[in-house]
């Protein structure tokens, strides 16, 4: 009993951890998440990158007010013309 108790009060944290995972990054990035506009990046995705509706990760990070995010994409190849 108390094994499945401890179980049960684990598992919610590890579902959130296994749905995020499956997650592409860019869609966490386009719900807010513009943090992982670095880790995305530095893994060898584009600055240029865009979600799958085709609105660029610098509007992502423009939209959430992500000045270092922003920043950061465009001392990696992005230009300020992507926010028009």
């Known amino acids: ?4 108790l401890i179980l049960y009060l684990v598992r919610p944290s590890i579902t ?3 749905r995020d995972m499956s997650r592409s990054i860019v869609d966490q990035i ?3 998440r513009t943090d992982l506009v670095f880790d995305y990046v530095a893994g060898g995705g584009g ?3 865009a979600d799958s509706s ?3 990760l610098i509007k992502w990070c423009a939209y959430y007010g992500d000045v270092s995010a922003i920043k950061f ?3 990696h190849g992005e230009s300020l013309e992507s926010l028009a």
């Open 1 to 4: 009993m108390a094994r499945s």
């Open 16 to 18: 959130s951890t296994i």
């Open 30 to 32: 386009a719900d807010g």
């Open 47 to 49: 600055a240029t990158s």
């Open 54 to 56: 085709g609105v660029s």
């Open 73 to 75: 994409l465009l001392a």
